[in-house]
């Protein structure tokens, strides 16, 4: 299995998938399409679970501007952590600006949503 | 009997079962959702507002900087920044009975105090100088109208356009006797016409290191006689028509005396 990387562009985060555990987004978030866009990053998300996740997985999403497609599409990722929770250690860093208030209240609602997932908010 | 109705209940016992976490996957989805949009909305409401905060600061900002330019540019030649706020005042309604839109008539209220701003660049023994310019002083002078368009002509704004126009052309006159283009009639920009007018009615009406002020019947004598001469005789007439809401401005915006 082949690390993803995708890089960021006007409106999409720079994407780093890594076969070693380290998942990263990075930047913004409100593609025209945003399921299409992100299709691969589940495919591959799904296929590391099934086939060779690391010992740890910890994944860090720093995400300064999204559009309410993509909150939902995080849920949807989220739903994809926690399905692997029991059989694998993950980890979720949410991280934000201690300004920007909709980046906040997205991780209070992650985490609330995921009682089962271990989210931490840090702000920068 | 009783083996086939057990089975039966235990059918549907499995049915509602999946029914159950099926609409419990529903419930939680449609929940989801609506946090969704609930936190969207909100996020909308805030990011219009900072929009409309950031539109009115970007808007005051520009009022203050082209302001406080025409008052650096009036300051320099020991004028009080009541006169740009009155020459202000006068073309706006000046334009609004010209015809032009509100809005046009607020750009060129905000615009028309840079008329002068060329003169920063005009040396302060000239500038300052009491008594006649000779004709090389008036040469010098002069240049503050072609200054301070290449001042402003670069911006892109409109507001700064408008600048530019009113500080190139505020000392054209209608017969085509002004500087420094020599422009004639409509050739002038009705920006340039408003405020030629604007300014020398505040400017007679006010003491000058060279002179005192002028009494209102020795300025409508010559604005009587500078119709269609020195300028537009539209708004000449404009002037005499609504003279009391010019004198109303020049009350309001009285020089304090020091």
Do not use: C
Not at chain 1, 13 to 42: H, Q, R
Not at chain 2, 44 to 69: H, N
Not at chain 2, 132 to 139: A, P, Q, V
């Amino acid at each position: 299995m082949e690390n993803l990387k995708i890089e960021a562009t006007k409106y999409t985060p720079e994407i780093i998938l890594d076969t070693n555990g380290n998942l990263s987004l990075v930047g913004k978030s409100y593609p025209e399409n945003t399921f299409e866009f992100y299709a691969p990053v589940m495919a591959w998300i799904e296929n590391y679970f099934e086939t060779n996740p690391a010992e740890k997985t910890l994944v860090n999403m720093e995400i300064i501007y999204f559009n309410s497609s993509s909150s939902k599409l995080f849920f949807d990722f989220f739903d994809l952590f926690e399905e692997n929770s029991k059989d694998n250690s993950i980890e979720i860093n949410w991280i934000y600006d201690e300004e920007n208030e909709s980046a906040e209240e997205a991780g209070e609602d992650f985490i609330e949503d995921f009682e089962d997932l271990k989210i931490k908010l840090v702000t920068k | 009997m009783d083996t086939h109705e057990n089975k039966l209940i235990s059918e549907i016992e499995s049915l509602q079962k999946q029914f159950l976490s099926t609409t419990d996957k529903l419930v939680k989805d449609v929940k989801r959702q609506d946090k969704i949009m609930a936190r969207s909305d909100k996020r909308q409401q805030r990011e219009y507002d900072e929009l409309m905060a950031l539109k009115i600061e970007i808007e005051e900002t520009q009022r203050e900087v082209v302001f406080t330019m025409g008052a650096i540019g009036e300051s320099r030649s020991k004028e009080t920044g009541n006169h740009v706020k009155r020459v202000a005042e006068y073309s706006k309604i000046m334009a609004l009975h010209y015809g032009l839109s509100e809005k046009e008539a607020e750009m060129l209220k905000q615009a028309s105090p840079m008329h002068d701003i060329g003169k920063v660049a005009i040396p302060d023994a000239v500038l300052n100088k009491p008594g006649r310019f000779n004709d090389e002083e008036r040469k010098i002078m002069d240049t503050h109208a072609q200054i301070g368009y290449d001042m402003l002509k670069m911006s892109n704004r409109t507001l700064l356009k408008t600048a530019a126009t009113v500080a190139y052309e505020h000392h054209e006159k209608w017969n085509g006797t002004g500087y420094p283009n020599k422009l004639k009639g409509e050739e002038i920009h009705i920006y340039g016409r408003i405020t030629a007018l604007a300014d020398v009615f505040d400017a007679l009406g006010s003491d000058r290191v060279y002179k005192k002020a002028w009494n209102d019947e020795k300025i409508f004598k010559l604005f009587k006689e500078e119709r269609g001469e020195h300028f537009d005789p539209k708004l000449i007439d404009i002037f005499f028509d609504n003279l009391d809401d010019f004198l109303e401005i020049r009350d309001s915006f009285k020089d304090t005396v020091s």
